[in-house]
């Protein structure tokens, strides 16, 4: 039998439906905190196949969710083009912002394959460790929005506002465009060499989508989304891609009719009945409990999943979050998720 997420993403309305959640193996978990204690920084975890293999599949282990997700970062895309990457304690990425021309070739220059190599491993030894007992759950290979990897690599790290880069658009469009150019190809090359390792759906994560005018939106996340969908689609007709336009607003629609993705991610912000008129019945959906809902569990869990399962009844539908996990939350929080999905 088809797998649940599969199923869903192949436009069919399974129901219960299929439930995983973004950073699902993440510092909430104490088995996560122990591995990462192990590899020292995070890079180092996520370039070392047999402790990303094993967080990317405590989730499953623990919760039988319908999806692992490979244990990265958006970030490791830069890092593998040759830019300097760190994750500082209390603050985030740092990278070597990226400045002008000089900067951006230098990058052009980086052998991707080499650099990936140990990520592809990981997926390899997740899909073989999940063809057994987890033989049920799907797995799912990711990579950022070129534009939302954009925000960081010229940002030099996290910003309320990303203006260096929105900056950067408006100031030095042609510059702009071959960075975006150079992500959206390393894109392709990164996904299609997850696809090529075993991931069975793939996922952009345009977090800071919903930060552009719509011009910048329909120039930086849908065109270079469509481009993506579109070549991946060339050499895997049936390999769905799922969407996370985060905050993308009204644009909603325009974005998963013109980049041609199979389902899209609903932030915390988006009303699920909403979003469903604007989607073509065909196109899953995936979303969208509030994180600090899962955080605060009781009533306010009960509550806000019950509308969520309600509003989405009937169409092909994903349950997650709307954004990545609260790294405070409680496991039993999140098992009582699961049960209450599963018993929808």
Known sequence: M???????????????????????????????????????????????????????????????????ILFSDILMLPWALGQDLRFKAGEGPVLSPLHGWADLERLAQRRLPQAIAPILETVGRVRAAMEGAMGDAALIGFAGGPFTVACYMVEGGGSKDFAAVRGMAFQQPVLFRRLMDLLTESTIAFLAAQIAAGVEAVMLFDSWAGILSPSLFRAHVIAPTRRIVTDLRARHPKLPVIGFPRLAGL??????????????????????????????????????????????????????TAGILSAMRGRPFIFNLGHGIMPGTPPEHVAELVRMVRAA
């Open 2 to 68: 088809t797998k649940l997420l599969l199923r869903a993403l192949a436009g069919e309305a399974v129901w219960p439906p299929p439930v995983w959640l973004m950073r699902q193996a993440g510092r909430y978990l104490p088995e996560y905190r122990a591995v990462r204690a192990q590899a020292g920084d995070f890079v180092s975890l996520c370039t070392n196949p047999e402790l990303a293999t094993e967080v990317t599949l405590q989730p499953l282990r623990r919760f039988g969710m319908d999806a692992a």
């Open 251 to 304: 644009l909603l629609g325009e974005y998963a009719r013109d980049t041609g993705v199979q389902a899209v991610g609903l932030d915390t912000a988006a009303d699920p009945s909403v979003a469903r008129a604007m989607l073509a019945d065909g196109i899953a959906l995936q979303g969208n409990l509030d994180p600090l809902a899962l955080l605060v569990g009781g009533a306010a869990l009960r509550e806000e």
